[in-house]
């Protein structure tokens, strides 16, 4: 049987079917549907758009498309969470060949409304079009709701640095994909792979290890970002704010530079969690390289003033003055300011050196 | 000399060169360079999102960067002005092979930023990222400002159907090029063509023609929409409203469709613009074709009340009840149900037919 694909269907048709499941918060006025949707705003709005492009973001044989889904709205939502603001609604610009399965438009589609609903937004609106390959526009709207915007330069001398939300989960995960250890995505598009390259008893093995570091793994093909938490560090007061996409230190290098502060951070005041100590200890592995340098899992990092840390954050460090190259202080330009353990981080490779 | 392309360049210059000259509105709290923008919004929002596709909505070598991005902010806004809301920031999603020579981003910018400062919207962050094809996302966000949203399915038995703005300019400028006359882009990436297909004394001839066709010409290359008469048509109290992308009679459809209606049109009333004259003249073609089925002029068409319909607008018809196939007052389905000159009307070739 050949899938049925989005030619056979007809433009209009298939928005209609991807556009009926979904369910609109309280705040919208008008849905998809005419020239634009209306959405109320409650003070000011925050916006942030990604876009998400096919072979160079995902690639449909490495992905699912429910993953994809899901992804494309966690990255974006986590930008208005980075703003402390309320994330509140989406518009989606879809372009696709007109030979994709009908069925990946419909997964795809299903994994961003289950995201939307984790993270508390509506999809109002999106424009559907032809193209070469797949190219994925989401544009996500907030409202401040009276508190100030979080932004990246307003980090203080003497702040407390904290975080919250996942560190190094998908880097894990990706680590233990690299070493043949766990699957990537059982069912459709998808590689499954038994323990160590499936030999004897790979089946009872596998099951182990699915339980084992299911968190991990997953965190690499979709982030889970600390949904709400954006919000908690705007009541609370934090001075600046970003969400970790890149790795925790070149995240908070922005907030450094932007500030014009130093940031040291205290190994010791990490907290591993258990699936990443866990893949670390399959793989023979230092953990901290991870959660110092492992992008995509979108967790949360702030600096708030001494005592005003929120409940359920980490503290890790705390801002300085920034000492420039002529320790006159300044901040030093074109790289970021943040130091480990009292000493100046070297680039991505340079955790291991400074923990043995 | 061979141009230098975005990979030469890297990412992060291109963008901080492309942002630098823009101009911010007094409505922006926060522009490019955070997580998010911050944007002061009056009462309730309306956003809406267009993909520009290369090779589906456009071709390098048939359309100037500056002339796609007039484009991209135009067809966007004019959305917005069709809710009757006052449009305000635009979000931009850009991916581009790395071989995209920098002067093409640069002047696909230049015509963004000058369509953007016509319609009054300010350009307030983007994401830029690597892909095999251009792909442009605009999301242009807006406010209601108190009033309400002018919808497609408000139209009322009574209604007077008015339109501002250009209708079959584009279609003319279309029909004028596919006859060789004309000129379809001086300078880079472009076509120059003489008159008829430049022979003895084309120069002089391609000048008067340059003068005589030049407003229906441009207006094929990028629309003109008619920036702040949505907020007049909303102020005025209009019933329904869209703005005409695909051509009046099939744009009308819809809001004799969504507001079950029948929408009567007099051919009579429709003043044709002395451009689109002069090019009916030239190739020897009713303009009312054009005006009636012509899209990407992006006029805006909306019913009024008896007596309220603003200065500046054209008077070209009513709305009365819907008479579906059985008589009996609904609207049928399927099809649009818009009479001209008391014919209902038989599709895109079918105007001939009626003037004749």
Redesign the interface.
Known sequence: MTEQTIAQVGEFPLIDSLVAPLSMGPQV??GP?????????D?????????L?E???FRRDWSSAHDVGRKAIAVNVA??E??G?QPL?V?????TPASLPVRWAREFMAGMAQEAQLAGVSI????T?????I?I?V?V??Q?AGLA?V???GAQVGDEVAYVGRLGYAAAGLDLLMHGIGWLQPGEGAHQRGFDGSTADAARRFQHDVSRYRETIESQRHPQPPYGQGRVAARAGAHA???VSDGLIADLGHIAQNSGVRVNLRSEAFIIAEPVRAAAERIDTDPMTWMLTGGEDHALVATFAPGTVPEGWTVIGSVDAAAGPDAAGSAPMGHPCIMVDGQQWQGAGGWTHFSS
Not at 43 to 51: E, K, N, P, R, Y
Not at 124 to 127: E, F, L, Q, S, W
Not at 129 to 133: L, Q, R
């Open positions: 006025q008008l549907g005419d020239d634009g949707a209306v959405v109320t705003i003070g000011s709005m925050v916006v942030s758009v990604d876009l492009i072979n160079s973001h930008d208005i980075a703003m603001a609604t518009v989606l610009g879809f372009s109002v609106g999106g424009d079009t032809n193209g070469e390959i190219s526009s544009t709207m907030g401040t915007p932004r990246r330069d704010m970003i969400d």
